[in-house]
């Protein structure tokens, strides 16, 4: 199968919509095996940043990636107006942009309506290669909407003739891990109705499917690549999603069981967790999920649900268990506090979990905002996210986590940095006042260590 012309053995020439997050990350990776990659961004600030070895946001290993696919020549980045050449000149086209939840749920498809439109357009002024475009969808978009992006290319090419196929690459990687989960993914899947754009992504996947550039340490073996159709894989998506944060849920109804009768839900998370069948990870009881994808994916797939006529109930539980999480930290400060007002609250960590800056849909906020609205004073520290990236009328932002915990009466335990995991609880317990509460809200520091340092310990699922 040699339709696609290729600039040299297995390396292709690929553009990337959107140089944010998700684009940025596969673009580099992408880079990193050996394509040609041009990543293009309609913000021309982003772009200008991202040319002169700026990093738009933290995230391990990806500034070190970007700037190695830059200095190989293999990595570039144009603003908007280079899409119709990208296009012209490319194997493939990666649609990498953002997805966030609209008013009902479902997310607004605004940005991968316009990139979709902008490609038929730029295909209709013809291109150098006579194989179809490859139109690879990465953002995260209700199940069925491959055909829609077919849709709105045809669209932006209005009466032209236009060659392109449409294929659904769904994204798992994490934010914190983003490159090691791109390039040790431990699956790809692609979602396809033309057999030889399947091979063709097979073949652009080849050094990461067969891990031909991994180095001693790292992860061997061949990645099982999962072909299936358009609708598949947008559901796949979505369901590994919602798998996940039912299973999270899971554990914190169980850990509030634990605390009714008295058992320890870590030990009851291991003790299951053993069963292959379940799982050990993501069985930590706690705060709950947050971030930019398990929040908006459950929503997006409960309005998908409830258009069809259809009542998700497990999911619907899963976010009702989830908001339980935040509102149980708030009434486990109530309970020793007695009252809110006037007392001096900390919150140790912000981002939604450790490893990023990103403070999308985290407990902290929710929990700052409750707190505040009842009288609590609320001083946050994170080791990342610095006060001027957060402007909140109901928390200030600390550069140091015992100036933040210097006078409160309680702290929490909103995300386990090591820096917050590994504080000086005594240096603590000597700077807090009473009752110097600490509410560990991901269970990660050890309650006797706590106590022995002269802080009150409240964990979630044990005593
Ligand atoms: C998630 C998916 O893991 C990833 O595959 C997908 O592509 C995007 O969404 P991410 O949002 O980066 O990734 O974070 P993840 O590590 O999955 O954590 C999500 C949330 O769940 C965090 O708020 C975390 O603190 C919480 N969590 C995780 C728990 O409360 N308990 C656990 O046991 C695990």
Redesign the pocket.
């Known amino acids: 199968m040699a339709r696609y012309k290729e600039i040299g053995l297995e390396q292709f020439a690929v553009g990337v919509i959107g140089a944010r997050y998700v684009g940025l990350a596969t673009g580099a990776c992408l880079a990193r095996i050996g394509h040609w990659v041009t990543c293009v961004d309609k913000d021309p600030d982003l772009i200008a940043e991202l040319r002169n070895g700026g990093m738009p946001f933290f995230e391990p290993g990806l500034e070190e990636l970007v700037a190695r696919g830059k200095s190989e020549g293999r990595l570039s980045f144009e603003d908007g107006e280079a899409l119709a050449g990208v296009v012209e000149d490319s194997d493939a086209v990666f649609i990498a942009v953002g997805t966030p939840q609209g008013d009902d749920g479902a997310p607004d498809l605004s940005n991968v309506a316009a990139v979709a439109r902008g490609i038929g357009r730029a295909l209709a002024g013809g291109r150098g290669r006579e194989n179809p475009l490859v139109v690879v969808n990465k953002s995260t978009v209700p199940v069925g909407s491959g055909d829609y992006v077919t849709t709105l290319v045809r669209e932006g090419a209005g009466d032209a003739e236009v060659d392109f196929r449409v294929v659904s690459n769904p ?6 891990s983003a490159v090691h989960d791109t390039l040790f993914p431990n699956r790809i899947v692609v979602g396809f109705d033309h057999p030889e754009v399947g091979e063709f992504m097979r073949r652009l996947y080849g050094p990461i499917i067969e891990r031909s550039f991994a180095q001693r340490d790292e992860p061997r073996g061949v990645v099982p690549f999962v072909a299936t159709d358009l609708a598949s894989a947008e559901m796949i998506k979505y369901a ?2 919602a798998f ?1 944060a039912v299973k ?1 849920s899971f554990i914190n109804e169980i850990s509030n069981l634990c605390e009714i009768t008295g058992a320890d839900v870590k030990s009851v998370a291991t003790g299951i967790g053993l069963d292959e069948r379940i799982g050990s990870r ?3 009881a ?1 705060v ?7 929040p908006k994916d459950v929503n997006a797939l409960r309005a998908t649900a409830r258009k069809n006529g259809y009542e998700p109930t497990l999911l619907d539980a899963a976010v009702t268990t989830n908001d339980h999480q935040r509102e149980l930290a708030v009434t486990k400060l109530e309970r020793n506090l007695h009252t809110l007002e006037g007392k001096r609250v900390t919150l140790l960590g912000l981002a ?2 450790p490893g990023t800056d990103d403070l999308r849909e985290s407990p902290s906020l929710w929990i700052a905002r409750v707190l505040h609205a009842r009288g609590a004073r609320v001083v946050g520290y994170d080791p990342v996210v610095a006060a001027a990236r957060l402007s909140s009328p109901d928390l200030e932002v600390a550069a140091d986590p015992y100036g933040a915990l210097s006078g409160a009466h309680a702290a929490v335990v909103v995300t386990e940095w090591e820096e917050v995991v590994s504080l000086d609880l005594r240096r603590a317990a000597a700077l807090m006042s009473a009752p110097r509460l600490l509410v560990d809200g991901r269970n990660a520091l050890d309650p006797a260590a706590v106590r022995a340092s002269g802080l009150t310990y409240e964990g979630f699922g044990h005593g």
Do not use: Q
Request: aromatic fraction near 22%; charged fraction near 20%; charge should be negative.
């Open positions: 994204e798992f990687l994490r934010e914190g590994a999603n996940l999270i993501f069985l930590e706690g709950g999920w947050g971030g930019s994808c398990f939604f979990k």
